[in-house]
């Protein structure tokens, strides 16, 4: 049975850190691209910071910078580091595991998905 199970989130203030897990079952991230995606309420989800099969990353213009997306292939895990968080980056945060080998950051490309941890930064 595949499982994403994130954790790592929580309140913080403008300037903090947060670093999210998404620990995986049923399947390795070896061999699956990785995509953190963010929903804030009353908006589309959207990725945030991906990673493709082959390893290349991108991550959307508003966290340039400041998010970084990686895997520990020994713990099965991938994680996404978070710095000098702002109040716009509030929202749930999702990681999911697709098949595309480059970067891709279309939602309906994401067959597993975890259950979401919140961030939430305040100002």
């Not at 691209?33 to 989800?45: D, I, L, M, T, Y």
């Not at 290349?56 to 994680?79: E, H, M």
């Not at 595991?97 to 939602?107: C, E, H, I, Q, W």
Request: with cysteine; proline share 3%.
């Amino acid at each position: 049975q595949v499982q994403l199970v994130e954790s790592g989130g929580g309140s913080v203030h403008a300037g903090g850190s947060l670093r999210l897990a998404c620990a995986a079952s049923g399947f390795t991230w070896s061999t699956y691209s990785v995509g953190w995606f963010r929903q804030a309420p009353g908006k589309e989800r959207e990725g945030v910071a991906i990673m493709g099969k082959d390893g290349t990353k991108t991550c959307a213009d508003s966290v340039k910078g400041r998010f970084t997306v990686s895997k520990a292939l020994g713990l099965n895990t991938v994680y996404l580091e978070m710095t000098s968080l702002k109040p716009e980056d509030t929202g749930m945060y999702y990681c999911a595991a697709g098949s595309r080998l480059g970067p891709d950051s279309l939602v309906p490309d994401y067959f597993y998905w975890g259950q979401g941890t919140q961030v939430t930064v305040s100002s």
